[in-house]
DNA sequence: GGTTTGGTCAACCATTTGGTTGAATATGCG
DNA sequence: CGCATATTCAACCAAATGGTTGACCAAACC
């Protein structure tokens, strides 16, 4: 669950994959397209869409010889909801966030 | 260009950093009470606050020789913000949010 | 003053990360 | 078929990450 948010913050940690992001935000795009601005090697960006597909940001669906990928924001929206938490906390809301977060925080009396 | 995301998001991606930013939601903390709970060496505890301190995301004031750790919610914020750039979830993201206050608050007015 | 307490520093280690190149695998085209 | 295009795979590399231990410094206490 909190292993959800390692993989989602680790993939927004790079610079090249949320640039990645933004540019899948205005239309899905192949492969080779998402590579073409950057500079470095297609495999090199292969690897950012794979970090980017397993922290579930974007999919990838195979049609012809053309991969293309697509924004997928429900990965993003539960990142949103946790920073939430800590950004704009009213009180009202602080227990209930505390145990939404699902820290595992090792409470000795328990 | 962002490299404020770029450490802010690293700082996230790690979930012994979130319990402890999760702790410190509660109250302002030694740096021996923060490490107290985790089943690591006071060491590494330090290295993660250093992490999170130059993230932004917490500050750190020694007052005698003990070190007090405070969470700085304002680096979150920013983080928030760019989330907030793709724009098209982010009702969605309130809406979850509400969603899950019903669901998890039974305790606010019953 | 000597010793405990709070915390960092330094050196080290294993693993992960972000990149490269060159070969390999499909798929489409003439 | 034969070739070009789209993408990944494999091996490699340098640097960063997350942890350890032991020495160290600074403040507090008897």
Request: hydrophobic share 45%; glycine share 4%; charged share 25%.
């Amino acid at each position: 669950m909190s292993n959800d948010l390692d993989t989602v913050f680790a993939a927004l940690a790079d610079p090249t994959r949320r640039t990645i992001l933004a540019m899948l935000l205005e239309d899905d795009m192949a492969v080779t397209d998402v590579a073409e601005p950057f500079e470095m090697s297609l495999a090199a960006i292969s690897k950012h869409l794979v970090i980017l597909t397993r922290a579930g940001l974007i999919s990838q669906e195979k049609r012809g010889r053309v991969k293309w990928c697509k924004l997928e924001p429900d990965a993003l929206r539960a990142a949103s909801v946790w920073m939430q938490g800590f950004g704009q906390f009213e009180p009202v809301n602080l227990d209930a966030f505390e145990r939404f977060l699902e820290v595992e925080l090792p409470t000795d009396e328990s």
